[in-house]
């Protein structure tokens, strides 16, 4: 197991702009989920993939989108960057199963 | 719809001290999960248990313990003992039923823990 390693660690944009945040699940995970958490408050669920389909989303708007790769890394890409966007990104990957979720130590995303 | 209220903002204990953690869940479903996290400053957040629906055995593990009661819909987490290095954001979480993985956390309780 090599756990859930995520990057930029840290990212500063402009509003208006576009970011991709990524993500590499742990060995053997199918699934991988992305959450938002606000500062102060806890994790937001975005959306979930499972083999490469997205197979549930909250409540977020289409301009958060994602993609999973064979690999089972995947990425989240947020277009027209607000400033309510700043937050730190989670991914966390599993089996699928809900046995458990193994979460990456995030990427903090500041819009200015 | 799923929710999980943390009503414990912050709490500050003094090393050695035990503490309580309070977590109470709604869910129309009859299959569902709980979790506990422990998110330290770096970030990530760290696994503590799961426990399904119908399983309501309490649940020791060292120095934590938790007490899942269907009846009142809780799922509180123990520290006996406290230390420094338990200082961090707990999160208590949800899942299953109609929202499948999809975890629904809580508002989190900050633990500091005072030498």
């Known amino acids: 197991e090599t756990g859930v390693t995520q990057s930029p660690t840290h990212l500063i944009k402009t509003r208006g702009q576009q970011v991709t945040l990524r993500c590499s699940s742990q060995s053997g995970h199918n699934t991988v989920s992305w959450y938002q958490q606000a500062l102060g408050q806890g994790p937001q669920f975005i959306f979930q993939y499972y083999r490469e389909e997205e197979n549930g989303r909250g409540n977020f708007p289409p301009r958060f989108s994602g993609l999973q790769f064979p690999n089972y890394s995947s990425e989240l890409n947020v277009n027209a960057l607000e400033l309510d966007d700043s937050a730190l990104y989670l991914c966390?990957?599993?089996?699928?199963?809900?046995?458990?979720?193994?979460f990456g130590s995030g990427t903090r995303l500041t819009v200015v | 719809a799923q929710k999980v209220t943390q009503a414990q903002t912050e709490i500050s204990v003094v090393e050695k001290e035990d503490v309580t953690l309070d977590c109470v869940y709604e869910?129309?479903?009859?299959?569902?999960?709980l979790f506990w996290y422990k998110q330290p400053p770096s970030g990530e957040l760290v696994f503590l248990i799961r426990r399904n629906s119908f399983d309501e055995q309490n649940e020791i593990s060292g120095r934590y313990s938790w007490n899942f009661q269907k009846s009142t819909s809780s799922f509180n987490f123990t520290i006996t003992a406290s230390q420094v290095v338990d200082s961090a954001v707990y999160f208590c979480?949800?899942?299953?039923?109609?929202?499948?993985?999809?975890?629904?956390f809580g508002g989190g309780t900050r633990l500091m823990v005072k030498p």
């Open positions: 966390a990957s599993s089996t699928g199963h809900s046995y458990g979720y193994t």
């Open positions: 869910t129309r479903d009859t299959t569902y999960y």
């Open positions: 979480a949800l899942s299953g039923g109609n929202a499948g993985n999809m975890l629904t």
